[in-house]
């Protein structure tokens, strides 16, 4: 296992695109998408009101090929880890912080650096509707980079999303660090294919402007990330922002048990976070007093009773350090 030196990381891409649409690449990598530097987003665009009208996102229709039974086979790599970068203020708890075992959601109460980290991505999708999602801060040689899903960024139709912004810490229409507007979309190529969505690549980056000349790590702190994990156990701990909890205005979390995967996907946990949850972090070695841990996943997909998220693998390292070098 390495860990990642931050500011050591370098671009593996140049000369990324641009489109409007998503264009089949000449071979797979990152696929970037620029939003307009004259963005109306942040506190011009997503008022109160706006927010609190945002539908939750759901996940696109699975393609007709995607894996149903065992999970694909996935690339062998050294596992590299990207250390959490506690935030101006932290406080570690001294107890448990939650109830083990869980599958029925419940309010995060515990505090800790995930109750900064952890909010509400909002945007514009393709049909010119606002949705609401759900992402985290990882620390970053920027500490500009915001884990969340690929299909918060590109429609059923290939269209991307606009009006994106990262809101931490979000609770009852409140955003206590401001609004992160994105300049910059990342995902792997391989995700929309064939005009469909592909459920195991199914993880993207937002890479997002200042907040009164402070980043979001600078601001709040920033989370752990691991790619490659050399093992399957995960502390089964997944967060985010669903509808059916509290209307998806506090941060909720499960904490069940494993379920065998499913959709060609790594994760899976019984758990019922509905819609607005995609993008939430999935945790390894999760830090209880801390409330910091190693982000290997993110909410991607599920069914009536279980979650399930995709691997962070060599595809998704790429795509990290992409966003970070941008």
């Not at 931050?6 to 649409?21: E, F, Y």
Request: glycine share 12%; net charge positive; charged share 15%.
């Amino acid at each position: 296992m390495r860990t990642l030196a931050i500011a050591g990381l370098t671009t593996l891409l140049t000369g990324l695109a641009t489109p409007a649409a998503l264009a089949e690449p000449a071979e797979d990598g990152p696929v970037a998408h620029r939003l307009p530097s004259t963005l109306a987003a942040g506190d011009g665009y997503w008022t109160p009101e706006r927010m609190r009208a945002a539908r939750p996102l759901t996940a696109p229709a699975r393609p007709a090929k995607a894996a149903t039974g065992t999970p694909a086979p996935y690339a062998a790599g050294e596992q590299v880890d990207v250390e959490p970068a506690a935030g101006p203020g932290t406080k570690r708890w001294a107890t448990v912080p939650y109830v083990t075992s869980a599958a029925a959601q419940q309010t995060w109460k515990s505090g800790g650096l995930i109750a900064k980290t952890a909010g509400k991505v909002f945007g514009t999708g393709g049909n010119g509707k606002d949705f609401v999602a759900s992402g985290t801060v990882v620390n970053s040689t920027d500490g500009d980079v915001i884990v969340t899903v690929a299909h918060a960024m590109i429609d059923s139709a290939g269209r991307w999303s606009s009006n994106l912004v990262f809101v931490p810490a979000y609770k009852n229409g409140a955003a206590p660090y401001g609004k992160f507007t994105a300049r910059t979309m990342y995902i792997w190529s391989g995700y929309y294919k064939d005009d469909a969505h592909q459920p195991p690549l199914d993880f993207g980056m937002l890479v997002v402007n200042k907040v009164k000349s402070k980043t979001p790590v600078q601001t709040v702190g920033g989370q752990g990330i691991r790619f490659n994990a050399a093992t399957a156990g995960t502390t089964n701990l997944l967060l985010g922002y669903p509808s059916n909890g509290n209307g998806g205005q506090t941060l909720q979390f499960c904490s069940g048990a494993s379920a065998t995967p499913a959709y060609g996907m790594k994760y899976a946990l019984l758990c019922d976070m509905g819609g607005g949850s995609s993008g939430g972090p999935w945790f390894q070695e999760f830090d209880k007093t801390a409330g910091a841990g190693y982000v290997i996943s993110a909410h991607a997909l599920r069914n009536s009773t279980t979650s399930y998220g995709a691997y962070f693998g060599p595809e998704a390292l790429a795509t990290f350090r992409a966003a970070v070098a941008a």
